[in-house]
């Protein structure tokens, strides 16, 4: 079977990662598919030459989730007893957030068409979400019985805030793209005809400022979510201190003074 993640790659160091099961709507439901994709971003993870990461679906979706058929028939991570299906998410699907989310470079979802119940995750676990206009979104999990436990429940609650996000996970309404945008769950809407190229030219801009500080600025905010404002400080003392004596640090300033564009080296 064909790979499930289609990856490009351009001169900028944006990589663009499209989900490739347009007839399964980007089901998110083998579990090759789901070690697939956590090798791709370790891969990623440790490749220097990445500056930013655009993630999108092939077809008309971006990801319908899980696979329906396979919790009626009760196979792959909906198979055997409560033990064994716990190990299966444990093992499967659990560990994309764990791989993706955490990744250093920043990452951008391009969220092409619907993005329902774990879909609506996946693009949660991306710093940046750009919709086309036909996009909708769902935490849809109550609608199957079930609970988000793929990271629904903690990356909705970051996005939206704790209330708006059990809102949605309550009733598991679908939402379209303009009100996702006025909710804050994406930060732009285009036309559908746009949508990679937006992301890509976003991402592009991006992988333009200096690489090192690009990463240490993520993981700064990251560990912010978690800390004290006394604690925040101090890690971003210790993150400045390290950027301050990075050569691309004083190439910024010195292209800042010459009034040209500065040229970077990730040193």
Known sequence: MADFLIEERDEHGVVTLTMNRPEQRNALSEEHEMLEFVQVCNRLERDDTVRAVVLTGAGSAFSAGGNVK???DKKSFSAGSPVQVCDAYRRGIQQIPLALYHLNVPTIAAVNGPAIGAGLDLACMCDIRVASESALFAASFIKLGIVPADGGAWLLSRVLGASKALELMLTGDRIKADEAR??????????????????????????????LTLRLTKRLLRESQFASLQSSLELAAAYQALAHHTKDHDEAVAAFLEKRPPVYQAQ
Do not use: T
Request: no cysteine; proline share 9%.
């Open 70 to 72: 396979h919790m009626r």
């Open 182 to 211: 006025e909710i804050g769950l994406v930060a732009r809407v285009v036309p559908a005809d746009d949508l990679l190229a937006e992301a890509q030219a976003l991402a592009r801009r991006i992988a333009e400022q200096p690489p």
